[in-house]
């Protein structure tokens, strides 16, 4: 059984870090492409960051560029968005999700993602 548990949300001020956290269990990261998306009231479900099954690609939207960094660590299962200079544009709940199906390609679509977490929510204060 596959369960991804997100962690690490909060309540913070404009320009702050907060590091999220994707405990993965019943799947192996090197075999899946993980990533993190958010939904913010109102809104869709969007890309934020992803990793490759090999570790060594990685992609970030636009509007996160430069400010947030996904990563792994393989021997904790345990997939990371370390995200500084925050801005109240980022409030959102984020997800942690894994495709498994990938055969090596990162899909920023959530469709092609088949397990998702529960959701951490961030809310950034101005």
């Known amino acids: 059984q596959v369960q991804l548990v997100e962690s690490g949300g909060g309540l913070v001020q404009a320009g702050d870090s907060l590091r999220l956290s994707c405990a993965a269990s019943g799947l192996t990261l090197r075999r899946n492409v993980m990533a993190w998306f958010r939904q913010a009231p109102g809104k869709e479900r969007e890309f934020v960051a992803a990793i490759d099954r090999s570790g060594g690609n990685i992609y970030h939207a636009d509007s996160v560029k430069g400010r947030f960094s996904i990563s792994r660590d393989v021997a904790k299962n345990t997939v990371y968005l370390q995200m500084n200079s925050l801005k109240p544009e980022d409030t959102a709940v984020y997800y942690c999700?894994?495709?498994?199906?990938?055969?090596?390609?990162?899909?920023?679509?959530?469709?092609?993602?088949?397990?998702w977490g529960q959701g951490t929510q961030v809310t950034v204060s101005s």
């Open positions: 999700a894994a495709d498994s199906n990938s055969r090596g390609l990162v899909s920023t679509y959530r469709v092609e993602y088949d397990y």
